[in-house]
């Protein structure tokens, strides 16, 4: 599969490209050659039912240039609705496979988000793991907009091809957007709290939960202040159901 014939399949009004890492990659590399900014988005159940919601997120999403699937809700969703996805993909696993190809690429990267101290912290743990890599800035994401030129300026004057900018749904998805034809990297992600981990504030689940879909298990046994959060997969894979039988009547 070529990145110029990506599938894309919607649900619940969200559109998402069904792609794997690989036909992911070969996207971005694309996208590389381009010019101007291309937005890539990671939308997880979570994501897709506060669009449902949010007009200006589901546009963001939904005006990406690459709508990378997040997580096992996602992918059962996609089986509900009869197009399957080709298996679970992580929106963390695609920005560290980024990550790898810009140390391999000598490609600048700028960290944006987290708490101050956090994008700074992840910086050190980066270039630790990928020897080589240019981190051109790091800044936090306790910003408003009336700051953003400022930090719009602070990432270009960088000189950085990749953005990555943590700051949470639907902030980041929508600062993304709004600020495409502003930003002069090649490729903005949005990467939610992974920031957070690469800083070694957060941890992620043990491999053999992730293999089993079962990272929203740990975060519920880690983290049990989001349990309000995890209780979206059933309400929405539920959705879904609704939705699908909707179709049929």
């Known amino acids: 599969m070529t990145s110029a ?11 998402l490209d069904r792609v794997d890492y690989d036909g992911a990659l070969r996207k971005i590399e694309g996208f590389l050659k381009n010019s101007g900014t291309a937005v890539i988005v990671t939308p997880n159940a979570e994501i897709i039912m506060a669009a449902k919601k949010n007009e200006a997120l589901k546009g963001a999403v939904n005006g990406a240039d690459l709508r990378f699937p997040d997580g096992i809700g996602v992918m059962l969703a996609s089986r509900i609705i009869g197009n399957p996805l080709f298996g679970r993909t992580a929106g963390f696993d695609l920005m560290m496979k980024m990550l790898e190809m810009a140390a391999r690429r000598n490609l600048s990267v ?56 943590a700051m949470g749904a639907p902030k980041q998805e929508i600062f993304m957007i709004r600020n495409r034809e502003k930003l002069k990297c090649s490729v903005a992600m ?45 309400l929405f894979l539920v959705e879904v159901m609704l939705d699908r039988f909707r179709q049929f009547k």
């Open 5 to 15: 014939c990506i599938q894309k399949i919607k649900i619940l009004g969200t559109i």
């Open 110 to 165: 700028f960290l944006l988000g987290g708490k101050p101290g956090v994008a700074e912290d992840a910086a050190s743990n980066i270039k630790a793991r990928f020897p080589g890599i240019i981190i051109a800035g790091a800044h936090h994401g306790y910003f408003d907009e009336s700051s953003e030129g400022r930090i719009i300026e602070m990432i270009n004057g960088s000189g950085a091809r990749i953005l990555l900018v």
């Open 190 to 234: 949005g990467v939610g709290g992974s920031l957070d981990v690469l800083a070694g504030r957060v941890h992620r689940a043990p491999v053999f939960m992730q293999k089993a879909g079962l990272e929203w298990l740990y975060r519920l046994v880690t983290q049990p202040k989001r349990i309000k959060r995890m209780s979206v997969l059933p």
